[in-house]
């Protein structure tokens, strides 16, 4: 089945501690991102990869990093977490950013 | 500033109701992506609008491009409580092609 998995789907945790948020995808797409929902604001681009190894920033990178070593997999990282990036997480691949995005299940970040 | 203003933001009706969505920017847009979110869900693509002036009909709803394509809407016609949902317009501002932009979205409820 195509399909984008996001793991893990619910995280608590404290300001600080880093952690890593993973993206995969099934579908040998080229193009994945990254965004963060927050109610009234929309989906908002944190992240874009092209193909491997090419990653850019999208409108809030600020508090992000981001690697695509391979074609399948797109890893959020936050390296030192802060409450404001409390928010709800999803990432997405398709054949390029003016095709049809599919969406993982997003994943719900808590900072403390 | 967003560079997709889409309105309203709520969008509150009975079954059987008529209701159009709006999806404007200053911005001209290569093409523009219309999704539906439920709630606990990634968004799903409904429609992409490419050609300036172009209209594309989905069963009860049909969707328009600008002629400028800076703009685009979204009418569904005799609205069911299936339609209930997040509507997010979507798009990509040349020369930026890999950086895609959404609206703020538009919670849409549809009372029996």
């Known amino acids: 089945e195509a399909q984008v998995t996001q793991n893990p789907r619910y995280l608590i945790t404290v300001t600080g501690k880093k952690l890593t948020v993973t993206c995969s995808q099934n579908?040998?797409?080229?193009?994945m991102s990254w965004y963060r929902q927050d109610p009234g604001l929309g989906l908002r681009q944190i992240y874009y990869?092209?193909?491997?190894?090419?990653?850019d920033k999208g409108d809030v990178p600020e508090g992000y990093k981001v690697s695509r070593k391979e074609k399948r997999n797109f890893p959020l990282i936050l390296e030192s977490p802060s409450p404001n990036q409390t928010s709800l997480y999803f990432c997405?691949?398709?054949?390029?950013?003016?095709?049809?995005?599919?969406f993982g299940d997003g994943t719900r970040l808590s900072i403390l | 500033t967003q560079l997709l203003e889409q309105s309203p933001q709520f969008l509150s009706i009975q079954e059987g109701e008529n209701l159009t969505v709006y999806c404007n920017s200053s911005s001209v847009f290569s093409s523009l992506q219309w999704y539906r979110q439920e709630p606990g869900e990634g968004p799903v693509l409904l429609v992409t609008v490419v050609t300036g002036g172009e209209v594309k009909k989905l069963k009860r709803l049909t969707f328009q491009f600008g002629d400028a394509r800076k703009d685009s809407s979204l009418h569904i016609t005799a609205a069911q409580p299936g339609d209930t949902g997040l509507y997010l317009c979507a798009g990509s501002v040349p020369p930026s092609y890999g950086k895609l932009t959404f609206g703020q979205g538009t919670i849409l409820t549809v009372h029996p």
């Open positions: 997405a691949s398709s054949y390029g950013a003016q095709q049809p995005q599919h």
């Open positions: 990869s092209m193909n491997v190894e090419v990653t």
């Open positions: 579908m040998n797409h080229e193009y």
